[in-house]
């Protein structure tokens, strides 16, 4: 099993309920696939780099899981239909990505508490 993380940006234009309801939707995909979630981080509305669609603004949702490789082009499907989400990127993580994202992880609780 690899380790990936998705990072996706959904319109500005939904309510927190139906932001849910979309991380949800992709969390549920990756289960049916038999993928391991291994953390699901909401970052809020951020402003976005340059505009999209005619939006500045966007819900960014980030989404480590473990699964096979041939679960990206299902997942990056589900993406490109769904007419929420602006834009999408799965990276596979080596050894030192996973190492960093613990870190990180731990840094973000610490910072919370």
Known sequence: ?????????LTPVLSDAQVEEAVNK???????????IVAKENWGLKKLAYPIQ????????????KGEGTIVAD????????????R?????????A???????????KAAKA
């Open 75 to 86: 997942l990056e499907l589900a993406f490109k239909r769904d007419e929420r989400v602006i």
């Open 26 to 36: 992709y969390v549920d995909l990756l289960k049916e696939k038999n993928c391991e």
């Open 1 to 9: 099993m690899n380790n990936y993380e998705t990072v996706f940006i």
């Open 88 to 96: 999408y990127l799965t990276t596979k993580l080596d050894k030192h």
């Open 54 to 65: 005619l939006k500045k603004n966007g819900f960014y949702t980030l989404i480590e899981f």
């Open 98 to 108: 996973v190492e960093y994202a613990v870190t990180r992880r731990a840094k973000v």
